[in-house]
């Protein structure tokens, strides 16, 4: 993935109601040494171009927590296999996993939406799962991977953000 700028200083986030998430408040939140990150990434066909979102959790233990994300439509034909969309999900990730700890000094756990059993993506878990280990982060897959098989995905799908992707 070629990536002109860094996504989380440049891309317009959402909360899950619509709202842009200032900048303001995407520093006080990914500054906040009480909260545990998690990144992921999903894509969902949509009107013959794939739908790519980002997600971003701020996970405070024993008291909730936030999220927002930010969607990106790309050609199908850019994206001609399953290996090369999973890959570009995993990236995704990692830049944006990697801009929080350059910016905030914070380390975040990447979650890749894969599936450890007999599935189309599980033959890409060793080498995905590896390539975000080899950047120095943690990395969870199914069932684990909340942030990119259950809010990335409902993202992706436009569950969460209306009219705003």
């Not at 998430?21 to 894509?43: A, C, I, M, P, Y």
Request: net charge positive; with cysteine; glycine share 6%.
């Amino acid at each position: 993935m070629k990536q002109e700028e860094p996504l989380l200083s440049t891309a317009k986030w959402h909360w899950p109601n619509g709202d842009e998430v200032q900048k303001n408040e995407l520093e006080e939140l990914l500054s906040d040494r009480s909260v545990n990150l998690f990144v992921g990434t999903d894509s969902q066909m949509s009107g013959g171009e794939w739908v790519f979102a980002t997600v971003v959790a701020a996970h405070n233990p024993g008291k909730g927590g936030r999220f927002f994300s930010f969607r990106e439509k790309k050609k199908k034909s850019q994206f001609p296999s399953l290996r090369m969309r999973l890959l570009e999900e995993a990236l995704r990730s990692i830049s944006v996993a990697s801009e929080i700890r350059d910016r905030f000094g914070r380390e975040s756990e990447v979650h890749l939406d894969l599936n450890t059993k007999v599935y189309n993506s599980s033959k890409y878990v060793t080498d995905l799962s590896s390539m975000v280990q080899s950047f120095g982060f943690k990395c969870q897959v199914k069932p684990d991977s909340w942030a990119s098989s259950a809010l990335a995905d409902k993202s992706a799908r436009n569950v969460y953000i209306s009219s705003h992707g």
